[in-house]
Every structure is written in C-alpha cells, then in structure tokens.
C-alpha cells in the first residue's frame, strides 16, 4: 500500500489490515508527519527500532498477541516475533532477541541473528516497528 502524496508504503496484513486498508490510509492521512517508507531498508534499524503508539501487545503464552489502532485488526505471531517485539519495548539492540532465540532454539547466535533480522523486517515492514526516534514512541500499552 503506498500513498500518492508522500513516500509512506508499507505492506497490507492479511490479518491486520486487509479487510481495512480504507482505515489504513486515512490514518496515514491524519499523520503525514509519521509517512515513511516501511518498504525500504533505508530507513530499518540504522538509528534503532521503536514500537508504534498505534500497536498493542503482550506475551500470550511465548507468542505475540498484536493489535494495531490503525484499523482495529488483531493477531498471533511466533516466538520470534515476541523476542523481536520484547528487544524493542526494552530499548535493547535486537542482539537481545538474538540471544534469546539462540538460547531458546539451541543453536548459535550467528544461525539465529538471520531469522531475528527477517522478523523484524518483516514487522517493520508492516507497519509494526518503526524508526527510532521518528515520534515519541513511548512505550505501548498491552492488549
């Protein structure tokens, strides 16, 4: 989904955000200051990650229980995502989601820093995470 106007994109949710991406867009229009590029790696992680103040979350039994504002969608997600979520709510580097995947799964840090890396794209690219220091993130309330 991309915005004619400004360099906003980001990918559509299947479970978040595809039956509302009306709503979507109107969000977006009520806050141009918030219009990047979701899409880009140019803006992913280079001054750190913060959680939107449109998304909601908790720890459901080791998933990640998601909520965005935006359009009122709700979901689970993997322990990855959890570790991802957790990393970043903290204010901590995603070596900390790294580490615990690793410790989680068994296996080294090098095997599980591609999967923490992919995940956290892949929430950043939905809309999910954002650039630090974008807007006063805060931390999010849960669900």
Avoid at 31 to 60: C, E, K, M
Avoid at 109 to 137: C, E, H, M, T, Y
Wanted: with cysteine; net charge negative; aromatic share 6%.
């Amino acid at each position: 989904m991309a915005c004619g106007d400004c360099r906003w994109t980001q990918v559509v949710d299947e479970e978040l955000h595809e039956d509302a991406t009306n709503r979507l867009l109107d969000w977006h229009v009520a806050h141009p200051d918030q219009g990047f590029d979701h899409l880009s790696d140019r803006d992913f992680g280079t001054g750190g990650l913060a959680i939107p103040p449109y998304v909601r979350w908790t720890d459901n039994h080791g998933m990640l229980a998601i909520g965005d504002e935006r359009t009122g969608g709700r979901s689970r997600f993997n322990h990855e995502c959890l570790a991802v979520v957790q990393a970043v709510a903290a204010g901590a580097p995603l070596d900390d989601a790294v580490a615990a995947n690793a410790n989680r799964l068994g296996i080294s840090r090098r095997k599980a820093q591609g999967d923490i890396v992919a995940v956290a794209f892949s929430l950043f690219r939905k809309g999910l995470l954002w650039p630090a220091g974008v807007v006063s993130a805060g931390s999010s309330p849960v669900l």
